[in-house]
Nanobody, 115 residues
C-alpha cells in the first residue's frame, strides 16, 4: 500500500508562483513512474508532469517552460514548481505513483489562479 499526500495549493494571482509537494508513505527510490495530474471543473483529468523511467520527465505542452517537476528521494517527496500561472491552470492537482503493478493517487490539492 502506498499513500500520497499533497500540499502547497492555494489562491494565487495570474503571473504568480506556487510549489506543490507530494509526500509518499514509502521510499520512492524504486518508484520510477510518478508525477502530477490535474482536473478542472467539467473537464477530464489530464497529465501535467511526470517522471518516467526514474529520471526522464514529460510535460504537458500547456505547462512546458513554466512548470518544473523534481524529486527528493531522501525525503520521499515529489515537487511541482509552477511559475507564470494562468487562470486556465486552475484545477485540483493530484499526485500519482505507479508501484508494484498498481496506480496510487493522492487526495488532491486545489490551485486557483485569479485576480
Amino acid at each position: 500500500q502506498v499513500e500520497l499526500v499533497e500540499s502547497g495549493g492555494g489562491l494565487v494571482q495570474p503571473g504568480g508562483s506556487l510549489k506543490l509537494s507530494c509526500t509518499v508513505s514509502r521510499s520512492i527510490f524504486s518508484i520510477y513512474v510518478m508525477g502530477w495530474y490535474r482536473q478542472a471543473p467539467g473537464k477530464q483529468r489530464e497529465l501535467v508532469a511526470v517522471f518516467t523511467s526514474g529520471s526522464m520527465k514529460n510535460y504537458a505542452d500547456s505547462v512546458k517552460g513554466r512548470f518544473t517537476i523534481s524529486r527528493d528521494n531522501a525525503k520521499n517527496t515529489v515537487y511541482l514548481e509552477m511559475n507564470s500561472l494562468k487562470p486556465e491552470d486552475t484545477a485540483v492537482y493530484y499526485c500519482y505513483a505507479a508501484y508494484s503493478g498498481r496506480g496510487y493517487w493522492g487526495q488532491g490539492t486545489q490551485v486557483t489562479v485569479s485576480s
